[in-house]
């Protein structure tokens, strides 16, 4: 069994920034895909970022490229999520989660494993 806990999540003004964290324990590996997605009362969960294996390039969701970086800890334990220039429309709840493969994805339905969100604020 996997489990995921953010942090990290506040309040922030647009044009600000946070950094989202996301530690893995149980039986995560270090080679396992961990993405970011986010929900907010307006909208489906959407997808932020993945990071796979090494030598895979990370993805990104195109309202984020650019201004967010996902990373990951020398042990890959911990999951990160820099957020740059934050808009208004950044507002949400960040869930952090994880499946069992070195390929990131893009589809929410792929990750078996998932936090239980860290609540990020942007307010002009």
């Known amino acids: 069994q996997v489990q995921l806990a953010e942090s990290g999540g506040g309040l922030a003004q647009v044009g600000g920034s946070l950094r989202l964290s996301c530690a893995a324990s149980g039986r995560a590996h270090a080679s396992y895909a961990m993405a970011w997605f986010r929900q907010s009362p307006e909208k489906e969960r959407e997808f932020v970022a993945a990071?796979?294996?090494?030598?895979?390039?990370?993805l990104y969701a195109d309202s984020v490229e650019g201004r967010f970086t996902i990373s990951r800890d020398d042990a890959r334990t911990t999951l990160y999520l820099q957020m740059n220039c934050l808009q208004v429309d950044d507002t949400a709840v960040y869930y952090c989660?994880?499946?069992?493969?070195?390929?990131?994805?893009?589809?929410?339905?792929?990750?078996?494993?998932w936090g239980r969100g860290t609540q990020v604020a942007v307010t002009s």
């Open positions: 990071s796979g294996w090494r030598g895979n390039t990370p």
């Open positions: 989660a994880l499946r069992t493969s070195a390929l990131a994805m893009r589809d929410a339905a792929s990750y078996p494993y």
